[in-house]
């Protein structure tokens, strides 16, 4: 009830994307973690009432801000970019309870964390010291292992995919590529798994190169791909990849109109990178290239 009877706060989060591209490509981090953090905002005396619950015991309210409500995440972030403002963007990233503190050599981050730590001590800021990592070289934020090479898949996450036995019947076979197969498609299935565990490296913008967007569609799934080259002949960098379902009327649009939706959702997910730049999209429907020439292509294509 009180979830529902609360003027929601829309204070935004940091964009995860942008955090990481910040962290890449730094040479020393130090990762922190707050202790119980919600629980460090305290609640104004006025509205402690309003959090009352029952128990065993009697009832009680809490005097610190809890987990469940549905402001909690805002407000928490709201008062994280409040005490180190003038740090974030700077020598600070902050997402939550999770803080990151980077620089180009180990005295400018030395530095720079004893910066963070006074404002800690400063406005009684309490970190869990046991999964603070201090003067590191890489680590992993967001999911993802940030160090000076770039942002990289998290190892740790991907596990499952490596541990997957080779399919051993059509139903297993089914289960993981959608269509039937035995042998012959060992050397593939292992090489699937390769690819989905050795990621590309994900790398940050170059702002004067070109985009290129790579799109395709399956039945159901969408799928695209943002990267970027010097030149034709030169190696490709991946900035980030998107993917998502098809809802049930989509699933019913003709190949064109799937190959397009692609197009579509990739421009919309990677909008504020393709803002002002100039970009090159790959597609693999060649009825596309002809859809502006058409004369009676149909308006929702158009």
Not at 102 to 123: H, I, P, Q
Not at 264 to 281: E, N, P, T, W
Request: glycine share 4%; hydrophobic share 40%.
């Amino acid at each position: 009830r009180l979830n529902q009877a609360t003027r929601k706060d829309h204070f935004p989060l940091p964009f995860i994307d942008q955090v990481l591209e910040k962290l890449a490509g730094k040479s020393h981090y130090c990762f922190l973690d707050g202790f119980s953090c919600y629980m460090q905002v305290h609640i104004a005396p006025e509205d402690q009432h309003k959090t009352t619950f029952t128990c065993p015991f009697g009832t009680f309210a809490y005097t610190r801000m809890p987990f469940g409500l549905c402001n909690a995440p805002s407000t928490f972030q709201c008062c994280m970019t409040s005490i180190f403002s003038d740090f974030l963007q700077d020598f600070m990233e902050v997402f939550m309870d999770d803080f990151t503190v980077y620089a180009d050599s180990f005295e400018a981050c030395l530095g720079n964390l004893s910066k963070v730590l006074k404002r800690c001590v400063d406005t009684n800021l309490v970190m869990n010291f046991e999964k603070c990592h201090f003067m590191v070289t890489e680590g992993i934020m967001l999911g993802h292992m940030v160090s000076h090479r770039a942002i990289e898949v998290d190892k740790s996450k991907i596990g499952i995919i490596t541990s997957l036995p080779n399919p051993t019947s059509v139903r297993e076979v089914r289960s993981f590529l959608g269509h039937a197969g035995y042998q012959p498609y060992s050397e593939a299935f292992q090489e699937l798994k390769n690819r989905l565990t050795y990621a590309s490296i994900l790398q940050a913008p170059n702002w004067d190169l070109p985009f290129e967007l790579m799109c395709d569609a399956s039945n159901s799934e969408l799928g695209a791909v943002l990267d970027q080259r010097a030149r034709v002949s030169q190696p490709v960098h991946v900035i980030a990849y998107a993917s998502r379902t098809m809802d049930s009327a989509q699933q019913n649009y003709t190949t064109t109109e799937k190959e397009l939706l692609a197009i579509v959702f990739a421009l919309d997910k990677f909008r504020s990178y393709l803002l002002g730049s100039r970009i090159i999209i790959f597609f693999d429907h060649v009825a596309l290239r002809y859809l502006l020439k058409k004369p009676d292509a149909k308006p929702t294509l158009v």
